[in-house]
């Protein structure tokens, strides 16, 4: 089974604090993406990477940076967290060059910035 | 601009009936589309998808139609089970063939309950 796995299902932090979440995958994917899900707002695309430290801002970047060290794992960090950052988080990851650009998702990370 | 949606929120439907979710997309370039079940407390999960070129794909016990001239996607499930509670979004990959960055734009969400 292709697995997407996210390190913390739930986190709680400080505002200002800095916040790291991590993301790795087994499918040897090239595309890692990071979303956050709102009540009311869907799926939003924070940033998304198409190879190893290549990334691309998605929809919503701001307040948002990421790493791509290795082809496996895809981090999302909140440099000064805020509490209007609280949300779920969700990583996913797709295969490059195929004709299949559906997208496997890790089981998320609520986050909450108090 | 580009945009998916859902007609329902909510959609409570009785055990063993069938079960349709609905979708419009707005982008006529749109040549993939895709249906993900959410669990609470579980990331979304594929179901099924469907590429322009069709109008109708079956999966077990689901089944997507899509009508490009309306630009509506619907998810049919057949005999809705228990387990089929969930939230279900549609997303539509706008750029196949330009680009494989598989950057999916999501809907948001309608939340099938069913009922015993």
């Known amino acids: 089974d292709v697995k997407v796995t996210q390190s913390s299902r739930y986190l709680v932090k400080r505002t200002g604090e800095k916040v790291f979440l991590e993301c790795v995958q087994d499918?040897?994917?090239?595309?890692m993406f990071w979303y956050r899900q709102d009540p009311g707002l869907g799926l939003r695309l924070i940033y998304f990477?198409?190879?190893?430290?290549?990334?691309e801002k998605g929809d919503i970047p701001e307040g948002y940076s990421v790493s791509r060290e290795k082809k496996e794992r895809f981090s999302l960090i909140l440099e000064s967290a805020s509490t209007n950052q609280t949300s779920m988080y969700l990583c996913a990851s797709s295969s490059m060059g195929s004709l299949n650009e559906k997208l496997f998702f890790g089981s998320g990370t609520q986050l909450s910035v108090l | 601009g580009e945009s998916v949606g859902l007609h329902l929120p909510t959609l409570s439907v009785q055990e063993g009936d069938n079960s349709i979710i609905n979708c419009a997309y707005s982008?006529?370039?749109?040549?993939?589309f895709i249906w993900y079940k959410q669990e609470s407390g579980k990331g979304p999960q594929f179901i099924i998808d469907i590429r322009s070129n069709m109008d109708k794909r079956q999966g077990q016990r689901v089944t997507v139609l899509l009508n490009k001239t309306v630009k509506h996607l619907s998810l049919q499930i057949a005999a809705t089970q228990p387990g089929d509670s969930a939230v279900y979004f549609c997303?539509?990959?706008?750029?196949?063939?330009?680009?494989?960055?598989?950057?999916?734009?999501f809907g948001q969400g309608t939340t099938l309950q069913v009922k015993p």
């Open positions: 982008n006529s370039a749109s040549d993939y």
């Open positions: 990477s198409y190879d190893v430290k290549m990334k």
């Open positions: 499918m040897d994917h090239e595309n």
């Open positions: 997303a539509d990959y706008p750029g196949h063939g330009s680009s494989n960055t598989g950057k999916l734009i």
